[in-house]
T-cell receptor, first 110, second 115 residues
Framework: QKEVEQNSGPLSVPEGAIASLNCTYS??????FFWYRQYSGKSPELIMF????GDKEDGRFTAQLNKASQYVSLLIRDSQPSDSATYLC??????????FGPGTRLSVLP | DVKVTQSSRYLVKRTGEKVFLECVQD?????MFWYRQDPGLGLRLIYF???????EKGDIPEGYSVSREKKERFSLILESASTNQTSMYLC??????????????FGQGTRLTVV
């Protein structure tokens, strides 16, 4: 069974700092990876998608993928209190469905 | 915008009742999913469907069944509700179409309490 692991947190960072969220996965054949943000009481929403080794940047967010190490990360630069949420790492299970990690709760302190 | 709509935001049911959770998507997506979300356990896949009348078991199908009679609608059925099925249920849909990011679009969730 494919697994996605994340540190549950909470991860606390001061406003303006860089938040670093990490994720490892068990299936070396996995190809596509996602970061979802979930505010308390709300549904997850996609913020980043990556399938190539290296970095992918979108505004204040950077996703990093290292397939050799089976490691995905999300960096949030200039963290804002509005970034406080749970961040879910997920992988595409060969086009059939999605496997999610348990999520890391991020708290950005004003 | 993609819209995935779940029929109820909150439900309270009694042990032993048959429970229906409905989900409708308006983007002609092929794939639909039912997850449950529990604290510390994340999202766990119950069932998914990649076409009308097709269904596949996910990681935790026991005690659940599904129905997909129309492409836009995917129903989750709790045959005989039990207290350990108290959870947040999330429906999602996605497309495998060329050129599209294969992201999952989620409904607003149904918080089910079984008493």
């Amino acid at each position: 069974q494919k697994e996605v692991e994340q540190n549950s947190g909470p991860l606390s960072v001061p406003e303006g700092a860089i938040a670093s969220l990490n994720c490892t996965y068990s299936d070396r054949g996995s190809q596509s990876f996602f970061w979802y943000r979930q505010y308390s009481g709300k549904s997850p929403e996609l913020i980043m998608f990556i399938y190539s080794n290296g970095d992918k940047e979108d505004g204040r967010f950077t996703a990093q993928l290292n397939k050799a190490s089976q490691y995905v990360s999300l960096l949030i630069r200039d963290s804002q209190p509005s970034d406080s949420a749970t961040y879910l790492c997920a992988l595409d299970n060969y086009g059939q469905n999605f496997v999610f990690g348990p999520g890391t709760r991020l708290s950005v302190l004003p | 915008d993609v819209k995935v709509t779940q029929s109820s935001r909150y439900l309270v049911k009694r042990t032993g009742e048959k429970v229906f959770l409905e989900c409708v998507q308006d983007m002609d997506h092929e794939n639909m999913f039912w997850y449950r979300q529990d604290p510390g356990l994340g999202l766990r896949l119950i069932y998914f469907s990649y076409d009308v009348k097709m269904k596949e078991k996910g990681d935790i199908p026991e005690g659940y069944s599904v129905s997909r009679e129309k492409k836009e609608r995917f129903s989750l059925i709790l045959e005989s509700a039990s207290t350990n099925q108290t959870s947040m249920y999330l429906c999602a849909s996605s497309t495998t179409g060329t050129g599209f990011v294969p992201e999952a679009f989620f409904g607003q969730g149904t918080r089910l309490t079984v008493v």
